[in-house]
């Protein structure tokens, strides 16, 4: 059977069931011993004299446990049965209005009860509370993060997460590559809902509606809790899961247009019926992006132009159970499955004088189909006491990609075409066990071990790709097979004496990693290989203090050590053709590089609005960079490699605010400024290309230090209780790398919003009105070179979003990898 098919089946099955038990109102749940008791009734809107379809409907006990349930059919009316002798409260709930509740007895003498006709009144409080929190996003400021609690005002700036992270304090997604950066380092961990994901972090933001963010935490120095990986912390985006009784969705359709149309759209379900909570959804993102530049080396007469259209369809799948067993017990389950199909077209256009460079175009035509699945069981035991838990979670990642690339060339050009076949797959399993216990009102005890079993294996194949000793184009096939498995344990302890909070860490991990990369020869069936591993034993300490004088201020001072692992490229060895002028491999020799961070904050709040300032320090050990050097058998040819330098040091400041002059207008505002610095050794030539032999290539070891400065600004306007108009802008300030120094970009944008009807809500955004948002850069290693990169930035978007059915909506708390409970309120963000 079709595999969509086969993943379309459980949402379908969840999709009538939902509807079946919502047309029938039957009871939320069976008791264990029945009852001949019921309750019935008939729900109406106070103002309109309308029935109230889709109301939830709540049981409760004398002690405010909730026992059973139901919810109203499209006539507003509902019965709930299997009530035993005894007393009772119904609460009659739903969006917007006041609730109803009303104690009934169930007796022999009485064993049904008919409450007749309920009218509901507008709760105009609820109303206001309501839409103020969906409207404004929020931050919170605690020990180890920042939290960005999400509202429709970022949700306007796109359809995807990735359009959200632009919006975000220090963060920066890359337009081009769509590659992520948190205080100006790529070296950051993403994780969904606590999870890693297989899925390339530049797809998996794509794939992800805005709606469906709850909250997105940047977690800058992690506890001894947290996976040590990423020298700039973890990124968590929290997705909206909705536990409320009854039968709740929500819709989402998005269009974004400059060039190519871009479309985007979301389904979520969700239906709990007393000890089941059932939630599934489903989105996809259909987009066309044009991509132009051009790169010029200046002392030699050498262009090149890009003209590239990527094409991306991706589905993404959820479907899961939670069960509450009893009081004590929870197990949860659920999978992701996501359908990516994607492919670039596109030209590159070379001229010059220099040797056999007086024109080569270069076709490309690549076809990228991936898909990956997720698997994940919890379970959660409450023992004796508040917060004292164990928790058991095993989770399984797969990832499989093929990649079909045909090349072709014309002009003056030696090359043949060539094509080439890539396969990926991957797959990891994680494991954790974690124990918690507050010893006292003050004092908390945490304690986990986890595994973590990652395989990743590369089947490469071309026809006439690369040059045999004789300079011929031959087949070759290889693999490359990288296997790490990293066991681990860790322990923190917090206590709390009156102003000052503290909690310190320790994770201990045993590292096992091991490699082979084959290259064959498909002419003389002759074999290449490489072996590496490379097992070591590390300790990660981690420290927190918050002193908070009063509500209105908080400091927080905090110490980490962090590990950035080579990823599987940095150390695959084999060659990766990229254009006629650029090839890149890895060096299997790489070792991780270290991070120790130190880091301070203070939050202050006012009347109007808060602040909060922050500082960080970073001493990074064996420092993994860039190894540029030139091709001798083409000296036009740049290869790039990676390696360990020295270690170095980065700091940086980050300033954020929050002000709200008048109730109809708030101001948030955020800079940050950061220095980096980076070590390399790159080669370059003394005299032009066309003139140049191989003594004319020397090595030089490269330092680059440079200051970066960001900065943000979001107005927001509320018009009416309906209508709000938002205007944000940014500046991206000049950046200098080891390939590269890029100059400054800014853009500004402007956004409405419209509520309609009583659950829709209508956004519509022009982003970089003036058209300054586009790439420009140089280099002066190995060769002199200015360039530019453009890309569809002044896009146009509309979105609708509806919300139906009843209950109040709140998201589950399910388990993370960290529980520090020390919060200032923030402020808007």
């Known amino acids: ?83 035993q002798e005894g007393n009772y409260r119904v609460k009659i709930q739903y969006i917007g209005f006041k609730t109803y509740q009303k104690d009934i007895s169930i007796s022999a003498d009485a064993y049904s009860v008919n409450l007749d006709t309920i009218t509901l009144e507008e709760d105009m409080t609820s109303l206001e509370e309501v839409t103020v929190v969906a409207e404004v996003s929020s931050i919170e400021q605690r020990v180890d993060r920042k939290v960005i609690n999400v509202g429709k005002d970022l949700t306007t700036a796109g359809p995807t997460a990735s359009d959200i992270m632009n919006n975000l304090p220090s963060v920066r997604v890359d337009e081009q590559s769509g590659e992520l950066t948190f205080r100006g380092n790529q070296n950051v961990t993403v994780m969904v809902d606590g999870k890693l994901s297989n899925v390339p972090v530049a797809q998996l933001l794509k794939q992800i509606p805005s709606n469906a963010i709850k909250q997105i935490e940047l977690i800058t120095n992690p506890s001894a809790k947290y996976n040590p990986e990423g020298m700039s912390g973890i990124i968590n985006i929290i997705l909206h899961k909705n536990v409320a009784m009854g039968f709740n969705g929500s819709v989402d359709v998005g269009l974004a247009y400059q060039i190519e149309p871009k479309f985007n759209s979301a389904l979520n379900l969700n239906y709990r019926n007393g000890k089941f909570n059932f939630y599934g959804n489903v989105s996809n993102n259909i987009a066309k992006n044009d991509n132009f530049g051009s790169i010029n080396r200046t002392d030699e007469g050498v262009n090149q132009r890009f003209d590239l259209l990527n094409r991306n369809k991706s589905t993404l799948y959820k479907i899961g159970v939670d069960y509450y067993i009893n009081d004590k017990n929870t197990l949860s389950v659920f999978t992701n499955q996501n359908i990516f199909d994607g492919g670039l077209i596109g030209d590159t256009f070379i001229t010059g004088e220099a040797n056999n460079l007086a024109e080569i175009n270069q076709n490309l035509d690549i076809n990228n189909n991936n898909d990956s699945q997720q698997y994940n069981l919890a379970y959660k035991l409450k023992l004796d006491k508040e917060d004292h838990t164990l928790e058991f979670e095993a989770d399984h990642n797969r990832f499989d990609s093929d990649a079909f690339n045909v090349n072709t060339f014309n002009g003056f050009n030696t090359r043949p075409n060539f094509i080439e076949d890539i396969g990926v797959k991957r797959e990891q ?308 790398g080891v390939q590269f120094n890029s100059k400054a970009m800014g853009m500004v944008n402007l956004g409405m919003r419209y509520n309609f009807v009583e659950n829709g809500t209508f956004s519509l955004n022009f982003n970089d009105i003036f058209g300054t948002m586009f790439s420009r850069f140089e280099s002066d290693r190995p060769f002199r070179q200015v360039g530019n990169w453009n890309w569809e930035s002044r896009t146009v978007f509309a979105g609708i979003n509806y919300r139906f059915g009843g209950g109040k909506y709140r998201a589950m708390s399910r388990k993370q990898r960290d529980d520090n409970e020390a919060k200032s309120d923030g402020g808007m963000f």
């Not at 809107?45 to 939830?56: F, M, N, W």
């Not at 590089?593 to 301070?600: D, K, M, P, R, V």
Request: charged letters at 20%.
């Open 429 to 736: 399993s994680i494991f954790n066990l974690d124990y918690a216990n507050p010893l006292s009102e003050t004092k908390k005890l945490e304690a986990g071990l986890e595994a973590r079993l990652l395989n990743s294996v590369t089947d490469y194949f071309s026809d006439a790709r690369v040059q045999n000793i004789d300079g011929d184009f031959i087949p070759n096939a290889t693999n490359y097979d990288l296997t790490r498995d990293i066991y681990s344990g860790y322990a923190t302890f917090g206590n709390k004496i009156d102003k000052w909070t503290y909690q310190v860490g320790l994770r201990a991990e045993n590292v096992r990693e091991t490699g082979i990369a084959i290259e064959t020869d498909l002419n003389t069936e002759i074999d290449n290989s490489l072996t590496f591993a490379n097992n070591y034993f590390e300790l990660y300490p981690s420290a927190f203090v918050t002193y908070a004088p009063s509500e209105k201020g908080t400091y927080q001072l905090s110490y980490s050590r962090r590990v950035d692992r080579p990823n599987p490229n940095q150390l695959n060895p084999l060659p990766e053709f990229t254009t006629p002028l650029v090839s890149q491999f890895g060096n299997p020799d790489l070792k991780p590089q270290f991070t120790n961070s130190l880091e301070a904050n203070y939050t202050k709040q006012f009347e109007k609005g808060s602040i909060t300032g922050g500082v960080f320090y970073r001493v990074i050990q064996d420092e993994i960079n860039q190894y540029l050097f030139i091709d001798r058998d083409d000296l036009n040819r740049l290869i790039i490699s990676f390696d360990n330098f020295d270690n170095s040091v980065s700091y940086g400041v980050e300033v954020s605010a929050s002000l709200k002059p008048t109730a109809w207008w708030s101001i948030n505002t955020g800079i940050d400024v950061f220095s980096r610095s980076q070590k390399s050794i790159a080669e370059r030539l003394t005299v032009p290309t066309n003139e140049a032999g191989v003594d004319d290539i020397i090595r030089e070891t490269v330092t680059v230090e440079n200051v970066v400065f960001n900065a943000r600004l979001f107005n927001n306007f509320k018009v009416t209780k309906k209508l709000s108009l938002s205007a944000f802008g940014l500046f991206r300030g000049p950046q200098d």
């Open 1 to 83: 059977m079709n595999r969509r098919v086969l993943l379309c089946m459980p949402l379908a099955l969840l999709w009538s069931l939902t509807i079946w038990s919502t047309v029938n109102s039957k009871t939320f749940y069976k008791p264990a011993s029945d009852g001949k008791g019921s309750v019935e009734g008939i729900v109406i809107d106070a103002s309109h004299q309308v029935p109230l379809a889709y109301v939830t409907v709540v049981i409760e006990n004398t002690l405010g446990e909730i026992l059973t349930g139901g919810i109203t059919d499209d006539k507003g009316y509902f019965k709930v049965n299997s009530l």
